[in-house]
């Protein structure tokens, strides 16, 4: 069955340091998300990407965060300087293939991201 | 804005008991309903979906009625296992097909 690949799973850095997350969607999937999970709480989208696009970034904090979606395929998040508050775990989300139900979002392990 | 609320846990139930947990969910609209279930340190897996009231999803024992009168989702099984133990997401796509998530509600089954 195909599935969501991220990496890496963990990461600890210091604040102010620069990190960086991939992901690879499902084949065929034309949309692809980044959600922030923070301890204890349900994720919460951070950018949408429709193919190379980018559909919803309105909750992305722009000054630091970035993400890129170049060939329309896998993806990169990039924080720079990561802060103590960005300590989450950070889901990847793909859906839509082409042709098919626009509903179900299939997710990857995650990142789990740690700010000393 | 659409939002959803869960019912907080824990949710502690000895083995082969009844679970019921709440969701209820604000929207314009009839969006799809769905239950996420995650296990301790991975991402989410789909559970189950309806895409319009009175749909029943189901799966793994787990189901969950798309009730548009009472703008509810909830989720039950007959009866846990030991293996259940995980946090239940509820959420809603939204318009712009983004997820809109609940809290979360943490499950404990006692053998």
């Known amino acids: 069955e195909a599935e969501v690949a991220q990496s890496p799973r963990y990461k600890i850095t210091e604040k102010s340091q620069a990190v960086a997350f991939w992901c690879d969607p499902i084949?065929?999937?034309?949309?692809l998300y980044w959600y922030r999970q923070i301890l204890g709480q349900g994720p919460e989208l951070l950018v949408q990407?429709?193919?190379?696009?980018?559909?919803?970034d309105s909750q992305l904090p722009k000054d630091r965060f970035s993400a890129e979606r170049l060939k329309g395929v896998d993806s990169t998040l990039k924080i720079q300087p990561a802060e103590l508050g960005d300590s989450a775990m950070y889901l990847c989300a793909s859906s839509t293939p082409r042709g098919g139900n626009t509903d179900t979002q299939y997710f990857g392990p995650g990142t789990r991201l740690t700010v000393l | 804005g659409d939002s959803v609320t869960q019912m907080e846990g824990p949710v502690t139930l000895s083995e082969e008991a009844f679970l019921t947990i709440n969701c209820t969910y604000t929207a314009t609209g009839y969006p799809s309903l769905f239950w996420y279930v995650q296990y301790p340190g991975e991402g989410l897996q789909l559970l189950l979906k309806a895409t319009k009231a009175d749909d029943k999803g189901s799966n793994k024992g787990f189901e969950a009625t798309y009730r548009k009168e009472t703008t509810s989702f909830h989720l039950e099984k007959g009866s846990v296992q030991v293996s259940d133990s995980a946090v239940y997401f509820c959420a809603l796509l939204d318009s712009s097909y983004k997820l809109i998530f609940g809290s979360g509600t943490r499950l404990l089954v006692r053998p």
């Open positions: 990407f429709q193919d190379e696009s980018v559909v919803d």
């Open positions: 084949s065929g999937h034309a949309t």
